[in-house]
């Protein structure tokens, strides 16, 4: 991994991108292929993962918020770190950091499988965030100073069309994976992939680095980035149970504000700083990135519950619930290259738009799904819900990453893939707290509504758990009378829900539709090489 080929980066239009190579090393194509195997493991696992949850709930014995922190512990490490991942390709060369990358990424999904305990799977999904922050800006890194100008924006739409595709194709995967082999197979399966990725790395890879790229790091505004969203995601995740307006609650909330505050004021003083504000002087960049956040908020944060609708409502197994979800999958990849074809005719704005419009509608739709909700219904909001993705997976790299100037590649990259973690983490936090605190209230009443024996206090908490995931609480022994009017309350109160959540993520994709139109096409020279006017 210490041998390797350091190229200067260009940084202005009068120096243009490096032609393509003849050879193996910086070929820009193979550079592509090389770095696309690689973050179509990052991009797997934020969905892979939510076909296993139940599997691991049931085989560790875990709660609602145990799942919920396989999943934000996963997002969160990602969100905070990407950014400083960046810094350290923009310092070091981004071929090395890919690499380090891909290898403990790999190293922590085999110690996932092998983990026999919730805590351990937590702690270790953590560490594959954080190997995989540096993977991903590393990766965009790389293709910027590959790619001529002319050939760039083709680069970073193919990327997106594999990250969309990865991203949709994780749950018909991981449903294979989880009813014929098990739920560890779909964190061993990484380490091949892992392997593969390393060894096309290692031959084909070219260090480029940028000549402007900052000499030192801003430790204390990663310390103030990193507790403020800690505290904020850890807020949502735990004021369902500590209650919303618990004193309890609020602190962490205003910790967590203050610490952006003073991470803002912080970035404006420090001589190099974690991430420049004057990035956020150009508005589409802005727009780019509260559109990703936007866009994972509804997207990811709805598929945390339609996994435990099919699984555990309906009564599919892994695989057949991966295959009801072949529609969004389907339309995610079949929509991205079309989404590519379009942006570059007509630049972003509409597409992105469009999309989020499409996202919307499709949200929507989901929150009139019930129990007795035949296929052809839920294939049809799953389709159009992939269809409104792809443009916006596509698009929304080009907008952020071809509006940054070169020596901030790296920062650049980051800041998109740390969007779209954001996102993933509020999504999941958000819209589980909106899930349990519906389910706490409308539980009881539908309780004893259906004449069923009143709960204990600590009953009520246990049962509040079950429901949040689709789960009838029926005790065994239970007569087969009160077992079915116990699961009918259920399933009808997840229901209503999951209904409330994926009314808020409609809400959040049509506040998006009006951020979409905020964006543009990034200058090619620029993109390149240039720098752009903030």
Not at 128 to 137: C, I, K, W
Request: glycine share 14%; hydrophobic share 55%; aromatic share 8%.
């Amino acid at each position: 991994m210490t041998s390797q080929t350091v190229d200067k980066a260009p940084q202005s239009p009068e120096h243009p991108a490096p032609a393509p190579t003849k050879g193996l090393r910086g070929h820009p194509w193979l550079t592509l292929f090389s770095v696309a195997i690689g973050v179509m493991m990052v991009a797997l696992d934020g969905t892979i993962v939510a076909i296993a949850n139940p599997a691991i709930q049931k085989d560790l014995g875990a709660t609602f918020a145990d799942v919920q922190w396989i999943t934000n512990g996963y997002f969160l490490a990602l969100a905070v770190a990407l950014i400083t991942a960046g810094k350290l390709g923009d310092r070091f060369g981004h071929r090395q950091t890919f690499l380090i990358g891909v290898v403990g990424f790999a190293a922590a999904s085999g110690a996932i499988g092998l983990s026999d305990s919730i805590a351990l799977v937590v702690v270790f999904r953590v560490l594959q965030g954080l190997f995989g922050a540096l993977l991903m800006p590393a990766a965009l890194g790389l293709l910027r100073a590959t790619f001529p100008a002319e050939k760039l924006n083709m680069a970073i739409g193919i990327w997106g069309m594999v990250i969309g595709a990865s991203t949709a194709g994780g749950p018909i995967l991981g449903g294979v994976l989880v009813e014929h082999v098990s739920w560890q197979s779909v964190f061993f399966i990484n380490v091949p992939v892992g392997v593969i990725a390393l060894v096309f790395g290692v031959l084909i890879l070219k260090d480029h680095r940028a000549e402007n790229a900052p000499r030192s790091f801003d430790i204390l505004g990663i310390v103030l980035l990193s507790a403020a969203m800690f505290c904020l995601v850890w807020a949502i995740i735990k004021a369902p149970v500590w209650g919303w307006g618990s004193g309890t609650t609020w602190l962490f909330i205003g910790v967590s504000l203050a610490c952006f505050a003073l991470f803002a004021f912080w970035e404006t003083r420090v001589k190099e700083p974690l991430i420049p504000l004057g990035l956020f002087r150009s508005v589409p960049v802005s727009a780019g990135v509260v559109l990703m956040v936007l866009m994972a908020i509804a997207f990811l944060g709805g598929l945390f519950f339609v996994t435990f609708y099919l699984q555990n409502v309906h009564g599919m197994g892994a695989v057949d619930s991966g295959l009801r979800l072949l529609p969004l999958t389907g339309m995610m990849i079949v929509g991205s290259p079309l989404a590519g074809v379009l942006i570059t005719k007509v630049g972003p704005r509409v597409p992105l738009a469009g999309g989020m419009a499409l996202t919307a509608a499709a949200m929507f739709g989901m929150s009139t799904l019930g129990t007795e909700t035949g296929t052809l219904t839920m294939s049809v909001w799953f389709a159009l819900l992939g269809l409104g993705l792809a443009p916006v997976m596509v698009g929304a790299t080009e907008v952020i990453v071809g509006n940054a100037p070169m020596e901030l590649s790296g920062v650049a990259g980051g800041l998109q893939q740390s969007a779209m973690q954001i996102g993933g983490s509020l999504g999941t936090a958000v819209l589980g707290a909106v899930m349990a605190s519906k389910v706490s209230n409308d539980l009881p009443g539908n309780w004893s509504g259906a004449g069923l024996p009143p709960l204990t206090g600590a009953q009520a908490d246990q049962a509040a758990e079950a429901v949040q995931v689709g789960v009838a609480p029926v005790a065994p022994g239970t007569p087969a009378a009160i077992a079915e009017k116990i699961t009918g309350v259920a399933h009808d109160t997840f229901m209503s829900g999951m209904s409330l959540a994926c009314l808020v993520a409609a809400g959040v994709a049509t506040v998006a539709i009006f951020v979409a139109l905020l964006t543009k096409r990034g200058d090619n020279a620029d993109a390149a090489g240039g720098g752009v006017h903030i």
